[in-house]
T-cell receptor, first 108, second 115 residues
Protein backbone atom coordinates (compact mmCIF):
# COMPACT_ATOMS: atom_id res chain seq x y z
CA UNK A 1 0.00 0.00 0.00
CA UNK A 2 1.18 3.49 -0.72
CA UNK A 3 1.63 6.02 2.03
CA UNK A 4 2.86 9.60 2.31
CA UNK A 5 4.21 10.83 5.61
CA UNK A 6 4.81 14.42 6.59
CA UNK A 7 6.35 14.19 10.05
CA UNK A 8 5.85 17.84 10.99
CA UNK A 9 2.31 19.14 11.48
CA UNK A 10 3.62 22.61 12.30
CA UNK A 11 6.80 24.38 11.20
CA UNK A 12 7.75 27.90 12.14
CA UNK A 13 10.76 29.78 10.80
CA UNK A 14 11.89 33.37 10.62
CA UNK A 15 11.79 35.42 7.46
CA UNK A 16 15.00 34.99 5.50
CA UNK A 17 15.83 31.64 7.09
CA UNK A 18 15.99 28.41 5.08
CA UNK A 19 12.92 26.19 4.99
CA UNK A 20 12.68 22.43 4.59
CA UNK A 21 9.38 20.58 4.70
CA UNK A 22 9.85 16.86 4.96
CA UNK A 23 8.01 14.22 2.99
CA UNK A 24 8.62 10.48 2.97
CA UNK A 25 6.71 7.95 0.95
CA UNK A 26 6.26 4.23 0.63
CA UNK A 27 5.38 2.80 -2.76
CA UNK A 28 6.57 -0.29 -4.53
CA UNK A 29 6.43 1.13 -8.04
CA UNK A 30 7.87 4.22 -9.68
CA UNK A 31 6.15 7.15 -7.99
CA UNK A 32 5.12 10.52 -9.27
CA UNK A 33 5.47 13.04 -6.44
CA UNK A 34 3.88 16.45 -5.98
CA UNK A 35 3.72 19.33 -3.55
CA UNK A 36 0.39 21.13 -3.18
CA UNK A 37 -0.11 24.38 -1.28
CA UNK A 38 -3.16 26.03 0.26
CA UNK A 39 -2.83 29.69 1.19
CA UNK A 40 -5.27 31.21 3.65
CA UNK A 41 -8.78 31.45 2.20
CA UNK A 42 -7.64 30.01 -1.14
CA UNK A 43 -8.13 26.67 -2.79
CA UNK A 44 -5.65 23.85 -2.91
CA UNK A 45 -3.25 24.27 -5.82
CA UNK A 46 -0.28 22.49 -7.32
CA UNK A 47 3.07 23.97 -6.33
CA UNK A 48 5.45 21.65 -8.12
CA UNK A 49 5.94 18.10 -9.37
CA UNK A 50 9.12 16.08 -9.40
CA UNK A 51 9.03 15.30 -13.11
CA UNK A 52 9.25 18.99 -13.96
CA UNK A 53 12.43 19.51 -11.94
CA UNK A 54 11.61 23.20 -11.74
CA UNK A 55 11.74 25.91 -9.09
CA UNK A 56 8.42 27.55 -8.26
CA UNK A 57 8.32 30.63 -6.02
CA UNK A 58 11.86 29.77 -4.99
CA UNK A 59 10.90 26.26 -3.85
CA UNK A 60 12.59 23.11 -5.10
CA UNK A 61 12.11 19.44 -4.29
CA UNK A 62 14.30 16.51 -5.24
CA UNK A 63 13.08 12.95 -5.40
CA UNK A 64 15.46 10.70 -3.47
CA UNK A 65 14.48 7.14 -4.29
CA UNK A 66 17.11 5.68 -1.96
CA UNK A 67 15.68 7.50 1.05
CA UNK A 68 12.12 7.50 -0.37
CA UNK A 69 11.89 11.21 0.28
CA UNK A 70 10.69 14.31 -1.54
CA UNK A 71 11.54 17.18 0.76
CA UNK A 72 10.53 20.73 -0.17
CA UNK A 73 13.17 23.41 0.26
CA UNK A 74 13.59 27.14 -0.03
CA UNK A 75 16.82 28.95 0.86
CA UNK A 76 15.22 32.19 2.11
CA UNK A 77 11.68 32.12 3.50
CA UNK A 78 9.27 34.95 2.81
CA UNK A 79 6.19 35.91 4.81
CA UNK A 80 3.92 35.07 1.86
CA UNK A 81 5.13 31.46 2.06
CA UNK A 82 2.95 30.94 5.15
CA UNK A 83 0.45 28.25 4.15
CA UNK A 84 -0.53 24.58 4.42
CA UNK A 85 1.69 22.32 2.36
CA UNK A 86 0.71 18.82 1.26
CA UNK A 87 2.96 16.21 -0.26
CA UNK A 88 1.19 13.79 -2.60
CA UNK A 89 1.99 10.66 -4.56
CA UNK A 90 0.32 9.44 -7.74
CA UNK A 91 0.27 5.68 -8.02
CA UNK A 92 -0.03 3.38 -11.00
CA UNK A 93 -3.81 3.71 -10.94
CA UNK A 94 -3.40 7.47 -11.36
CA UNK A 95 -4.81 8.05 -7.88
CA UNK A 96 -3.42 10.86 -5.70
CA UNK A 97 -2.53 9.95 -2.13
CA UNK A 98 -1.91 12.91 0.17
CA UNK A 99 0.10 13.33 3.33
CA UNK A 100 -1.39 14.94 6.42
CA UNK A 101 0.06 18.33 5.63
CA UNK A 102 2.46 20.76 7.31
CA UNK A 103 1.40 24.23 8.38
CA UNK A 104 4.28 26.57 7.64
CA UNK A 105 4.42 29.90 9.46
CA UNK A 106 6.98 32.51 8.55
CA UNK A 107 7.65 34.92 11.37
CA UNK A 108 8.66 38.50 10.54
CA UNK B 1 -10.54 30.13 -17.47
CA UNK B 2 -13.18 29.66 -14.78
CA UNK B 3 -12.19 27.30 -12.01
CA UNK B 4 -13.99 24.37 -10.44
CA UNK B 5 -17.23 25.52 -8.81
CA UNK B 6 -18.83 23.95 -5.76
CA UNK B 7 -21.96 24.62 -3.78
CA UNK B 8 -22.95 25.09 -1.10
CA UNK B 9 -19.83 26.39 0.58
CA UNK B 10 -21.06 25.52 4.06
CA UNK B 11 -23.68 23.13 5.36
CA UNK B 12 -24.77 22.27 8.88
CA UNK B 13 -27.09 19.30 9.42
CA UNK B 14 -28.07 16.96 12.20
CA UNK B 15 -27.04 13.32 12.20
CA UNK B 16 -29.27 11.02 10.22
CA UNK B 17 -30.26 13.84 7.85
CA UNK B 18 -29.39 13.83 4.16
CA UNK B 19 -27.19 16.28 2.29
CA UNK B 20 -26.06 16.81 -1.28
CA UNK B 21 -23.11 18.67 -2.75
CA UNK B 22 -22.75 19.92 -6.29
CA UNK B 23 -19.65 20.35 -8.44
CA UNK B 24 -19.14 21.96 -11.84
CA UNK B 25 -15.71 21.09 -13.26
CA UNK B 26 -13.59 23.14 -15.61
CA UNK B 27 -15.02 23.03 -19.13
CA UNK B 28 -13.48 20.25 -21.16
CA UNK B 29 -12.16 18.30 -18.18
CA UNK B 30 -13.12 14.67 -18.59
CA UNK B 31 -11.96 13.51 -15.17
CA UNK B 32 -13.72 14.54 -11.96
CA UNK B 33 -12.74 13.67 -8.39
CA UNK B 34 -14.44 13.95 -5.01
CA UNK B 35 -12.21 14.09 -1.94
CA UNK B 36 -13.01 14.09 1.76
CA UNK B 37 -10.74 16.14 3.99
CA UNK B 38 -11.21 15.61 7.71
CA UNK B 39 -9.74 18.29 9.98
CA UNK B 40 -6.02 17.79 10.43
CA UNK B 41 -5.69 15.31 7.57
CA UNK B 42 -4.91 15.46 3.91
CA UNK B 43 -7.57 14.97 1.24
CA UNK B 44 -8.71 11.38 0.69
CA UNK B 45 -10.12 10.32 -2.65
CA UNK B 46 -13.72 9.12 -2.43
CA UNK B 47 -14.59 8.64 -6.08
CA UNK B 48 -13.17 9.33 -9.52
CA UNK B 49 -15.19 9.72 -12.72
CA UNK B 50 -13.96 9.54 -16.28
CA UNK B 51 -16.68 11.30 -18.27
CA UNK B 52 -19.85 9.79 -16.73
CA UNK B 53 -18.32 6.48 -15.72
CA UNK B 54 -16.86 5.56 -12.34
CA UNK B 55 -13.14 4.75 -12.44
CA UNK B 56 -12.46 4.29 -8.72
CA UNK B 57 -14.88 4.28 -5.80
CA UNK B 58 -12.94 1.94 -3.57
CA UNK B 59 -12.93 4.36 -0.62
CA UNK B 60 -16.51 5.53 -0.94
CA UNK B 61 -18.70 4.30 1.99
CA UNK B 62 -21.36 2.99 -0.32
CA UNK B 63 -23.87 2.26 2.43
CA UNK B 64 -24.40 5.99 2.89
CA UNK B 65 -22.52 7.86 0.16
CA UNK B 66 -23.50 8.04 -3.49
CA UNK B 67 -22.29 10.11 -6.41
CA UNK B 68 -23.27 10.60 -9.98
CA UNK B 69 -22.04 12.51 -12.99
CA UNK B 70 -24.86 12.56 -15.45
CA UNK B 71 -23.94 13.73 -18.95
CA UNK B 72 -20.27 13.72 -17.97
CA UNK B 73 -20.19 17.31 -16.73
CA UNK B 74 -21.64 18.32 -13.34
CA UNK B 75 -21.54 15.94 -10.43
CA UNK B 76 -23.41 15.52 -7.17
CA UNK B 77 -22.26 13.75 -4.02
CA UNK B 78 -24.91 12.67 -1.54
CA UNK B 79 -24.77 11.43 2.02
CA UNK B 80 -27.79 9.64 3.43
CA UNK B 81 -27.96 9.34 6.39
CA UNK B 82 -25.14 11.50 7.73
CA UNK B 83 -23.06 10.52 10.73
CA UNK B 84 -21.01 12.70 13.05
CA UNK B 85 -17.79 11.40 11.51
CA UNK B 86 -18.83 12.75 8.10
CA UNK B 87 -17.98 16.26 9.29
CA UNK B 88 -15.29 17.35 6.86
CA UNK B 89 -14.51 19.50 3.85
CA UNK B 90 -15.61 17.87 0.61
CA UNK B 91 -13.39 18.87 -2.28
CA UNK B 92 -14.14 18.47 -5.95
CA UNK B 93 -11.32 18.48 -8.48
CA UNK B 94 -11.06 18.02 -12.22
CA UNK B 95 -8.39 17.34 -14.80
CA UNK B 96 -8.26 17.04 -18.57
CA UNK B 97 -7.52 13.35 -18.16
CA UNK B 98 -6.26 11.21 -15.29
CA UNK B 99 -2.85 10.41 -16.69
CA UNK B 100 0.62 11.56 -15.81
CA UNK B 101 1.28 15.23 -16.46
CA UNK B 102 -2.34 16.26 -16.10
CA UNK B 103 -2.81 18.63 -13.18
CA UNK B 104 -5.82 18.35 -10.91
CA UNK B 105 -7.58 21.67 -10.27
CA UNK B 106 -9.47 21.94 -7.00
CA UNK B 107 -12.65 23.71 -6.09
CA UNK B 108 -13.11 25.77 -2.92
CA UNK B 109 -14.74 22.89 -1.06
CA UNK B 110 -17.93 22.44 0.94
CA UNK B 111 -17.52 22.42 4.71
CA UNK B 112 -19.99 20.00 6.26
CA UNK B 113 -20.75 20.00 9.96
CA UNK B 114 -22.87 17.16 11.31
CA UNK B 115 -24.35 17.82 14.78
Amino acid sequence: AQRVTQPEKLLSVFKGAPVELKCNYSYSGSPELFWYVQYSRQRLQLLLRHISRESIKGFTADLNKGETSFHLKKPFAQEEDSAMYYCALRNGAQKLVFGQGTRLTINP
Amino acid sequence: EAGVAQSPRYKIIEKRQSVAFWCNPISGHATLYWYQQILGQGPKLLIQFQNNGVVDDSQLPKDRFSAERLKGVDSTLKIQPAKLEDSAVYLCASSVRPTSGNEQFFGPGTRLTVL
